[in-house]
């Protein structure tokens, strides 16, 4: 079995190979449409274009290949997507998210290079000013360095117009564009056939020759705050189908757009408004399909227990039964409670302390309609043991961007809840 899964993986790496995709972001041109165009690109991230010389090659924006465009307008290096075949043969399409740099604001000195102009929250780096002191004024982070599936996760035959097979066993679910998303299952279930992914196989396009055994599974929450916090400190707003519910026709729509519209999935009622995998514009795939709106998303690593905190941090898999909860060694009480907000309003600022801050923890609250780009909702309950989820629905429309739910036990599973997964070298 594992000669063949080898063979299935060298196989598929010649007709994928790793490739350089350009995201294509909302205001930008669309330089990465014409894929045969591009000009080849060197591994250390160099241009290869010869024909011109360098002072030439940054006169003009026509002259740069597509990976000097996208790493001088936006400060990151060119994402690269892959194809993971695991033990089944079955694929996924995953986006390595390069390396980054971010800062928090702590004070209002340092508040003014934030989108929001509020402190407590993050902004590019390129921003920080001379006069300001660093551990006083603002504080830095390295986040990226990991893989991410580009859509939720579906079962290998969903389609258009079917969830198809419910994952059992070993089972795993996949990463795929234009089907059906796997809904109306729990956390426990995502972990299990995440996780299982893994366990055997590799990605096309580096031969399958790493052991991947225990490195990926269901994103965790600070996985997932991280691409929240690229968005954010980029100046990205968030699109996807946050408002399909309450649209006209109930058709899958941008609340802000009601022409950016998307793919209806018709493994529900039409009138819920769901769309399929990557079933939108370009814009609803920054930085990866469906993060913001259409359906929630499971994240790991996250708990409350009586309003207290409780973090995992960035470990995959923090636990050894998929049902484990907050009392798994892998969760850390950090003696903080989730205070200062109201339920169902928009995020204002977050959390500063440093056990937290990477977690998207909010400080304060505001007003949807304050709220601006920085407008993520938030709902919590300070009972029992509650699991977060991620990013909206759509039917929440401008509280979708960077939404987080902590009202809900690690129980609960819905048509509008879904999952993703990650994996780290």
């Known amino acids: 079995m594992l000669s063949w899964i080898n063979h299935r993986i060298a196989t598929m790496s010649m007709k994928y190979r790793r490739r350089d995709v350009m995201t294509i972001l ?68 995953m986006r390595w998210i390069p390396r980054f740099t971010a800062c928090f604001a702590l004070t209002s000195v340092a508040a003014v290079a934030t989108p929001s102009g509020r402190a407590g929250n993050w902004f590019h ?51 795929q564009r234009g089907v059906a998303p796997m809904v109306n299952q729990n956390l426990a279930h995502f972990r299990k056939h995440l996780a299982s992914r893994f366990e055997k196989g590799g990605f096309a396009g580096s031969g399958g020759c790493v052991d991947w055994s225990g490195k990926g599974g269901l994103i965790t929450n600070q996985h997932w705050e991280e691409l929240r916090i690229w968005a954010s400190i980029n100046g990205w707003e968030l699109h996807g189908n946050t408002h399909g519910y309450h649209a006209p026709g109930n058709i899958p729509s941008w609340h802000k757009d009601p022409n950016e519209i998307g793919i ?3 493994s529900w009622p039409a009138s819920w408004g769901l769309s399929i995998t990557g079933g939108g514009p370009r814009s609803w795939d920054v930085p990866v399909g469906d993060f ?35 009392k798994h060694k892998a969760f850390v009480n950090t003696a903080l409670s989730l205070t200062g ?31 601006g780009i920085e407008g993520g909702g938030i709902w919590y309950y300070s009972h029992g043991e509650t699991s977060a989820l991620r990013g909206g629905s759509a039917l929440i429309g401008p509280r979708c961007p960077g939404a987080l739910d902590l009202s809900s036990d690690p129980w609960i599973y819905g048509s509008v809840v879904a999952a993703r997964a990650v994996l780290v070298p």
């Not at 045969?36 to 003009?60: A, V, Y």
Request: glycine share 10%; aromatic share 8%.
């Open 341 to 371: 907000v109201e339920s169902g309003q928009s995020i204002a600022s977050y959390r500063e302390e440093e056990s937290i801050r990477l977690q998207g923890i909010p400080a304060s609250s505001i007003a949807p309609e304050k709220a």
């Open 264 to 266: 209806l999935d018709e």
């Open 125 to 175: 780096p390129k921003k920080i000013q001379s006069a300001w002191k660093s551990g006083v004024d603002y504080v830095t982070a390295l986040m990226g360095g990991w893989w991410c599936d580009n859509y939720l996760a579906s079962a290998f035959d969903a389609t258009r117009k079917s969830q198809g097979t419910v994952c059992s066993g070993s089972a795993a679910y996949v990463s």
């Open 26 to 93: 909302p205001g930008k041109p669309d330089v990465g449409s014409d894929r045969e165009k591009r000009q080849p690109l060197h591994s250390d991230g160099q241009c290869n274009n010869n024909k011109i010389e360098k002072e030439e090659h940054m006169k003009e924006k026509s002259s740069e290949c597509t990976k000097c465009l996208f790493e001088r307008e936006t400060g990151l290096h060119l994402s690269v997507t892959d194809i993971y075949v695991d033990g089944d043969g079955h694929e996924s399409e």
């Open 292 to 326: 913001c709106g259409n359906r929630w998303e499971f994240a790991d690593g996250l708990r409350l227990h009586d309003g207290v905190i409780y973090s995992a941090g960035k470990t995959i898999n923090p636990w050894t039964d998929p049902q484990d909860g907050y």
